[in-house]
């Protein structure tokens, strides 16, 4: 344990290993549990249980009678009003939250702050949505029928994050099932589970009623049990391609459960000769870095007019090395990456691309005096190699490639050849251009003279291999209800 933690965060480390089901903590697995490791320094954080079978069922009975007997009679304003108190809890403990998310997933404390603040903006969103859930009448072949609809919630659901932002994405999924009426089993990531257990407590403090939200922690084998559950009515994925792969098979395999995925990205970030070259320099460094480049959307392959390369690169070559890598608590403004696994799988790639491509920076691991963590520099590779794992495969780490390009129809053709399509980036003076790009790029959300901008009201989700469905905004609430048609006849 860090010499420096806080009274607060000590104390919640040392409770005991918990799962939340039907409205109370329980911890009868002891033998059961794994670490939650610290990747800014690989010390020992906490136990957690690996929740086996007989919890997975346990809490989908729990979600089930719940579902039935309280939900269900819940109005609208009624679980607004207890979505706006999580927020108003969550907003209160904003600090510890993310104190407790930087030493869980290393990332710099100013960030895992905006993440919290993001989490709280979310809750209010759908606090609002949540009486406004309204169907239609139809009119039919005759006048003395009466048709209309309803938008019901789903039921059970089960919902699967991972580490990168742990704590937002969790919210990403329970504030819109929630503000659906749908009672939740929140999975978070193994190697980040401390912030759904503190959110656990804030769930039981908003009143909300027993069984509506289960917390289990555990690694993919919990996942696995989620997903081939036959009692959970659809399941809400956030994740690699590969498993987002084995969740639609489950599905269709056991009860065919509704599915959402939101899966990797390889994203275009595209300069043009006459873009807004100093908003493009503010910007590069973190639509290719932030967050140690472990996020889905980032510009991870950049594509830069031929005329402006040499600026551009400098540009970035600048303002990467320059940038502070350290532990997430000292506030650097990156973090180490999240375990071993993906220190190995980014030095592969950065292994194999030193054969193949022109390494413009990084390209090694760092050392961070006191603190053995997964630390990786921030690494360019120029390339005009589009066929090269470096420029197709999604890394998730702090490594971008450089390409160039002449003309629009090369660029819009490069940024594509893809199977994933999540994001895209497009910068140019010349909107007109900008925007029939975007209107040719098979990607979800495309950024025009920005990067990485999101707000709970505009839908997110992937094109291609990078998912489907739609989180956030008004489309999430097609993710968590179902419409029924009633007809009458008068
Ligand atoms: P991952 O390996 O797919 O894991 C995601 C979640 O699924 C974790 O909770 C994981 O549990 C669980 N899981 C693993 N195997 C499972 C299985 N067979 N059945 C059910 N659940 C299973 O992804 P990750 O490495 O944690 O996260 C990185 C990936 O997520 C990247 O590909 C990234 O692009 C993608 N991502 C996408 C978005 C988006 O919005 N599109 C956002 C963030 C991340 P354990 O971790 O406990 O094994
Ligand atoms: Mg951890």
Redesign the pocket.
């Known amino acids: 344990m860090h010499a420096t933690h806080l009274p607060p965060i000590k104390a919640f480390l040392e409770r005991p290993p918990r799962l939340l089901i039907d409205g109370a903590w329980t911890n009868d697995h002891h033998e059961n549990l794994f670490p939650s490791i610290d990747p800014g320094n690989k010390m020992f954080l906490a136990n957690l249980v690996q929740a086996d079978a007989s919890d997975v069922d346990r809490a989908v009975v729990a979600a089930r009678k719940a579902f039935r007997k309280t939900v269900s009679k819940l109005t609208g304003a009624g679980i607004g009003a207890l979505l706006w108190r999580l927020a108003s809890l969550l907003e209160r403990d904003v600090e510890l939250l993310a104190q407790i998310e930087s030493l869980d997933n290393g990332k710099p404390l100013r960030n895992a702050r905006m993440d919290m603040q993001s989490a709280v903006h979310h809750l209010r969103y759908y606090a609002g949505w949540a009486d406004k859930l309204e169907g239609a009448s139809i009119p039919v072949h005759d006048p003395r029928l009466l048709v209309y609809t309803r938008r019901e919630p789903l039921g059970v659901v089960g919902l ?6 742990p704590l937002l ?1 969790a919210i990403w999924k329970l504030a819109p099932a929630l503000a659906c009426g749908n009672c939740c089993i929140l ?5 980040t589970s401390l912030s759904a257990l503190y959110l656990g407590d804030l769930i039981l403090e908003a009143g909300f009623p027993s069984g509506m939200v289960q917390i289990l922690t ?3 084998r919990t ?2 049990l ?2 081939h559950h036959m009692d959970i009515n659809k399941l809400g ?7 987002g792969r ?2 639609m098979a489950a599905s269709a395999s056991s009860n065919l459960k509704r599915v959402s995925l ?4 390889k994203s275009p970030n595209i300069i043009f000769k006459d873009a807004p070259m100093d908003q493009v320099k503010a910007s590069l460094v973190w639509s290719s870095y932030y967050n140690s480049g472990q ?2 959307t980032l510009g991870s392959r950049i594509y830069v007019q031929k005329e402006v390369a040499e600026p551009i690169l400098d540009a970035l070559a600048k303002g990467a090395t320059g940038l502070t890598l350290g532990y997430g608590l000292n506030d650097p403004d990156l973090g180490p990456l999240i375990h071993q696994g993906q220190l190995d799988r980014v030095s592969s790639y950065v292994e194999e691309g030193k054969t193949k491509a022109e390494l413009v920076f990084g390209g090694e691991t760092a050392e961070i005096p006191n603190y053995d963590g997964f630390y990786f520099k921030p690494t360019l590779f120029y390339t005009n190699d589009a066929s090269l794992a470096l420029v197709k495969e ?1 890394i ?1 780490g702090p490594v971008v490639t450089l390409s160039v390009f002449d003309e629009v129809e090369e660029v819009i053709n490069l940024a594509n050849a893809t199977p994933y399509g ?1 994001a895209a980036g497009v910068w140019s003076n010349d909107l007109s251009k900008a925007m029939q790009v975007a209107r040719h790029l098979e990607a979800g959300v495309v950024w025009i003279n920005g990067y990485d901008l999101f707000h709970p009201a505009v839908p ?1 989700g ?1 094109y291609k291999e ?2 489907m469905g739609r989180e956030m905004g008004k489309s999430a609430l097609e993710l968590y209800t179902q419409e029924k048609a009633i007809w009458i006849t008068t």
């Open positions: 699967i994050v991972p580490w990168n932002f994405m999975k978070p990531a193994e190697s555990g690694d993919g996942g696995e989620l997903s994925f956030t994740g690699s391609t590969a498993v084995k969740i939101e899966l990797g990205g996020e889905c999604e998730f999540l997110f992937g990078s998912g």
